[in-house]
């Protein structure tokens, strides 16, 4: 029998989604990260404002990026960091979500950064255990640290979000990036726009503030900023697009489509890419692409978000 975790005496704190952040949340997280920027430039790279705290990444679906930077993050600033593979998990022997996280949470950790392919898992974890949570994504749901950390690049570029043009292009129906930034530009006042195929833009998608268009060209007109995601095709259930190669004709990111949208326009993908298939290697690889910045900004995002929310100098909840 293992006895029941004491109750905390506030309630954790999690990151779930960009819903329900207000603006002014999101600049806190967003200016801490500015100054994780500085840190992690640094030859001396850590902090210990999470010394002596436990932070668990339990990533049910498969990722690189996401998991480094979370595992990077929480090292840089002096927590003990460990990472459940699911390969290697009770999952595979039927164990259910809750009783992973219960199991877990006995472990006393102070922070479980989840990834799960249903929409809602995350929230539904958080529910069940003592400690803090953050999202590292829930199926097509939410993203928050990607929406927070593509939002630090522009602002870091732009000097701002608030009457940008930002054209979210390709795979919207599948795309929790999508809708994390969404929202998160729309926050911040951003004029958003998707650009899709009908096949792959979600029901409802003209009720979250964004225009829609089904033609690049018109898309990136006057944008100044061009968010690119990938193909998901892993999660697609039969023919979204005709074929790969009429996919790129149409909706990828070649210097032709490119050429609509303002001279000075940031070309972003949160990465893996598809090259060939959402966005050109030349493009990809261009001098309007910020892609492997927004790698580096990942890491600094995340040290703000684990810090706000368990840090020694977190304020209150
Ligand atoms: C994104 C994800 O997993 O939602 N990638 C990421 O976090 N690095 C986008 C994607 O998989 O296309």
Known sequence: MIAPAPRPETPPRHLLGIAGLSPVEIGEFLDLAEAEVAVSRQTEKKKSVLKGRTQINLFFEASTRTQASFELAGKRLGADVMNMSVASSSVKKGETLIDTAMTLNAMQPDLLVVRHHSAGAVALLAQKVAC???NAGDGAHEHPTQALLDALTIRRRKGRIARLVVAICGDVLHSRVARSNILLLNALGAEVRVVAPSTLLPSGIDKMGVTVFRRME????????????RLQRERMEGAFVPSVREYFRYFGLDAQKLAHARPDALVMHPGPM????????????????????????????RMAVLEKLIGASGDPA
Do not use: C, F, H, T
């Open 132 to 134: 803090s949570v953050v």
């Open 218 to 229: 018109d898309g990136l007109k006057g944008a100044d900023v061009v968010m690119m995601l």
């Open 274 to 301: 598809n090259r060939g298939v959402e966005i050109a290697s030349e493009i990809a690889d261009g001098p309007a692409s910020v892609i492997e910045e927004q790698v580096e900004m990942g890491v600094a995002v």
